[in-house]
């Protein structure tokens, strides 16, 4: 069985996220699509030791097949890889620093850049094809945390402001605190729950939805927002709470599970919707999972293309019997569904056992191409990539992940 390193996992500033994208890093204004030699696949992996690789594979099928192993042919690689912009970039706040790879002209994964980051706690894309980092003290020692833009094309930093996230000025020690962050046309959406870190024991507390929205690219804080009909938006370090979908409509995901580390209130795990083009909680939206057919409260989203996310979700008479932070835990009390959101329906995935909890890696653990979603689970004593057709919610068993954990990020990349 495996063991969950829950301190040192604490201990990390690393979090992971990733939205796909093929394109080309071309900085010409010729619109026209790149040649494409050839593709292969990328991803992160994790060993029962929590030492981080980076592989590269052929063909899809080399996850669905076999095994898969880092001994001999990985590139040992700290931090939270990302796949974007054609791009694999490796965010770490170690003090070897963050470093970006490419394919070469032959197919061969490559370093391009290196970048230093103090500090990651929350990451989230914008509609430009740019990152944005979030960073702050843990111990809550100041209340201003930097918000930044990282620029894949050029492995820089090209813009960074700070901002006080104290819930009242008046009172620096009660925070909130990010769980991930989206951008959808001139706006940035930052979800945050609250935390009260005056004995410095960070407790988390229990509040409504919230949201600090700022004008992007600016940086600008704007407002705050918050909804009474759920609680507190995502987790700690997953980025897994808030997902742009093909519309450009933001929805967000709320747990108020003790799976999630949060105090249960009598508000209901759903989601929330913000138009696009609005700053401000759709009031006619709320996809209540609590009392739905599933029975279960979300604890992490994944985006499958148009309107429809994959979620892990835990039923509610288990999250009343479980330990705090078990999203954290191997044990097998986790399932999963496929929401359409824009229509509220929900489809039950079939054929994947229950799993473990996603631990601190996000959105970049689910790659999808073609209608199929690729995801690594912990199912007991073994974990295996599986894939999920998304038209018919069907899994199917694949590579048994030999020495380790996770595969954090799966991505694609071409040269």
């Known amino acids: 069985m495996f063991v969950n390193k829950f301190a040192k996992c604490f201990a990390l500033a690393c979090l992971s996220l990733s939205t796909f994208s093929c394109?080309?890093?071309?900085?010409?204004?010729?619109?026209?699509?790149?040649?494409?030699?050839?593709?292969?696949?990328?991803?992160?992996?994790?060993?029962?030791?929590?030492?981080?690789?980076?592989?590269?594979?052929?063909?899809?099928?080399?996850?669905?097949?076999g095994e898969i192993s880092a001994k001999g042919v990985g590139i040992e690689q700290a931090g939270s890889c990302f796949p974007i912009e054609n791009t694999f970039f490796a965010l770490s706040t170690d003090d070897e620093g963050s470093a970006s790879f490419h394919l070469n002209s032959s197919g061969k994964l490559v370093q391009n850049g290196k970048l230093a980051f103090e500090s990651s706690y929350a990451v989230g894309y914008t509609d430009d094809k740019k990152l944005i980092n979030i960073g702050a003290t843990w111990d809550g020692s100041s209340s201003d945390y930097e918000l930044m833009i990282y620029n894949p094309a050029t492995v820089s930093v090209e813009g960074r402001k700070f901002n006080d996230f104290s819930v009242d000025p008046a009172n620096k020690k009660v925070l909130h605190w990010p769980t991930g962050a989206s951008v959808s046309g001139d706006k940035l959406f930052v979800p945050v729950y609250t935390k009260d870190v005056t004995d410095g024991t960070n407790k988390v507390l229990s509040s409504d939805a919230t949201i600090r929205v700022y004008k992007y690219p600016s940086l600008e804080y704007v407002t705050t927002i918050k909804d009474t009909r759920t609680t507190a938006i995502g987790m700690y370090y997953t980025n897994t709470g808030i997902v742009q979908t093909a519309s450009g409509d933001i929805y967000t995901f709320s747990s108020n599970a003790r799976a999630g580390g949060y105090p249960v209130t009598t508000a209901k795990s759903g989601v929330l919707r913000i138009k696009k083009g609005d700053a401000k909680f759709d009031p006619g939206y709320f996809f209540n999972l609590e009392e739905s057919t599933l029975k279960g409260k979300v604890l992490a989203a994944y985006p499958l293309g148009g309107e429809k996310v994959f979620i892990s979700y835990i039923p509610n008479d288990d999250d009343a019997t479980n330990a705090v932070y078990s999203f954290l835990n191997t044990k097998t009390i986790f399932k999963s569904a496929i929401l359409d959101l824009a229509n509220q329906t929900i489809l039950n995935v079939t054929g994947l056992p229950d799993h473990g909890g996603d631990e601190f890696f996000g959105v970049g653990s689910l790659f999808v191409e073609d209608g199929k979603a690729y995801k690594s689970f912990v199912t007991g004593d073994e974990a295996r990539v599986y894939q999920i057709d998304v038209a018919t919610g069907v899994a199917k068993a694949g590579a048994l992940i030999k020495e380790g954990l996770y595969l954090p990020t799966i991505g694609k990349l071409t040269y």
């Open 23 to 65: 394109s080309s890093d071309n900085d010409s204004t010729d619109s026209t699509e790149p040649n494409v030699n050839g593709a292969k696949y990328v991803a992160s992996y994790w060993l029962d030791d929590y030492t981080q690789y980076i592989l590269d594979f052929n063909s899809i099928d080399q996850l669905m097949t």
